[in-house]
């Protein structure tokens, strides 16, 4: 059952192509889309460039997952689906947990001061009646899943099985008081990062605070499950409510999870991966996704929860020149062979 995860390029965001193989049937998942320039158009982004690959050899895109509403996982989705020879044409079955959906779910009426705003663009592909958001750019496709996902359902393609972790109810609800997109943090700047400290005086000083943030609250996470192999994507989740998810299917520090790899919640934020959530998970391997240009991520405090609960485990970038950027050479001397630039995708047998 071979199984391969591809970390595209997305900038300060998320966009991951995974493909699976059942005997005679492969599948293939797309996690999240990036901001719009993983798309592009003059460059290519990547995802333009693995769409133009899927179309070249007549493949599809069995399942995509937008898992929350922030312009670094939203843009590049509403990109492609902007063109008609994007995901629109590829794309089988599309999850997105949208406004609309969240209001029917708690049977609540839409307040248009209240209905989410994004970065989006006006596109000459997209009419009137269809909008520039992804809800009403899917509305008229038939594949998307309109019902809400939440903590506890499960989705089965035919070579695998989706274990949702997040969002609960009470992260759901607090989407009704206010569904927009938050504003950006600002760029990183060499003072705002704890990359100059060294493990020791990081773990030294380490007090853990939980990320706040509502729509990072809301982000889809989920157990990939592929016969006995289990591969955790954790979307933006915040820790608490993934701990609480694992908990749910007997999951915990005395009977943690064995994973194949973690994709790591917010670009490796310190306030999504906590020590918790660590002993709740037995992992060797854990993907970063990030070029480090905004919003001060990834903290290398979460690096050093992580070599510190495992000094074998290898925490994998998809963009090397953040790994010079974190870490000294002497460091990079001590830590070699588990910290590494990510090839061009990760396969499991």
């Not at 193989?21 to 693995?50: H, K, M, N, Y």
């Not at 019902?147 to 359902?153: A, E, L, R, Y």
């Not at 480090?292 to 929860?305: G, Q, V, W, Y």
Request: net charge negative; charged share 20%; with cysteine.
């Amino acid at each position: 059952m071979p199984v391969s995860v591809r970390v595209l390029k997305a900038f300060h965001g998320d966009c991951i192509f995974i493909t699976v193989e059942l005997g005679t049937v492969t599948e293939r998942i797309l996690i999240d889309g990036g901001p719009q320039t993983t798309f592009g158009a003059s460059p290519q982004g990547e995802l333009r460039a693995l769409l133009n690959e899927l179309e070249a050899q007549d493949k599809k895109i069995d399942l995509v997952i937008l898992t929350h509403v922030d312009d670094d996982h939203i843009g590049g989705l509403i990109k492609a689906f902007e063109v008609n020879d994007g995901l629109s044409k590829l794309a089988r079955k599309v999850i997105f947990n949208s406004g609309r959906l969240i209001h029917e779910h708690f049977k609540v009426p839409i307040d248009p001061s209240k209905e989410i705003s994004g970065n989006f663009t006006q596109s000459k592909n997209t009419s009137i009646t269809q909008g520039n958001t992804l809800e009403r750019l899917l509305k008229n496709l038939g594949v998307w899943h309109k019902s809400v996902i939440k903590q506890g359902d499960t989705n089965s393609l035919e070579s695998c099985e989706l274990i949702f972790l997040t969002p609960n109810e009470g992260e759901l609800k607090k989407l009704l008081a206010k569904w927009e997109k938050e504003q950006p943090s600002p760029f990183t700047s060499a003072s705002n990062t704890d990359w100059k400290k060294s493990y020791k005086e990081l773990l030294e000083q380490d007090t853990f605070k939980e990320d706040n943030s509502t729509t990072n609250g809301s982000s889809i996470s989920f157990i990939l499950k592929v016969g006995e192999q289990n591969f955790l994507f954790l979307g933006d989740a915040h820790p608490t409510s993934i701990i609480q998810g694992l908990a749910t299917l007997g999951y915990d520090s005395k009977t943690p999870i064995k994973a194949e790899i973690v994709k790591l919640s917010h670009h490796g934020s310190k306030g999504n991966t906590s020590f918790e959530l660590l002993n709740a998970i037995d992992c060797l391997n854990y993907i970063v996704s990030t070029d480090a240009s905004r919003h001060s991520l990834p903290n290398k405090t979460t690096f050093a929860r992580i070599h510190s609960k495992n000094s074998n485990s290898v925490i994998f970038f998809n963009y090397k020149s953040v790994i010079s950027s974190i870490y000294t050479n002497e460091e990079l001397t001590q830590l070699r062979g588990h910290v590494m630039a990510l090839p061009g995708e990760l396969s499991f047998a």
